[in-house]
């Protein structure tokens, strides 16, 4: 039971080293550009284009979706390594 446990802590720490690594080296720089776009593109839009609105809300949502979900990959990589540690001091 301990082996399973941790075991998936230490998956955890692998996949949020992972997520750390590409939102340092793309996934950042990525969503800014795309948040930049999406607002160019709504000063741009005519205030009476609704379908405009919508698909820049809907591309902004999903922008956001993707950082929020990375974002906590890397915090779930930190908590499981406190817990690592954790377990470490009790043996």
């Known amino acids: 039971m301990i082996e399973e446990h941790l075991?998936?802590?230490e998956r955890d720490i692998e996949y949020g080293k992972k997520a750390s690594t590409a939102y340092d080296l793309y996934i950042r720089d990525f969503i800014a550009d795309a948040r930049n776009r999406i607002f160019e593109a709504f000063e741009?839009?005519?205030?009476?284009?609704?379908e405009g609105l919508l698909q820049l809300k809907?591309?902004?949502?999903?922008?956001?979706?993707?950082?929020?979900?990375?974002?906590?990959d890397i915090e779930s990589?930190?908590?499981a390594e406190k817990q690592?540690?954790?377990?470490?001091?009790k043996h």
């Open 44 to 50: 741009e839009l005519s205030i009476t284009d609704a």
């Open 58 to 72: 809907l591309m902004q949502s999903s922008i956001k979706a993707l950082e929020d979900s990375v974002l906590r």
């Open 7 to 9: 075991e998936i802590i």
């Open 77 to 79: 990589k930190k908590l």
């Open 84 to 89: 690592l540690q954790t377990e470490a001091s």
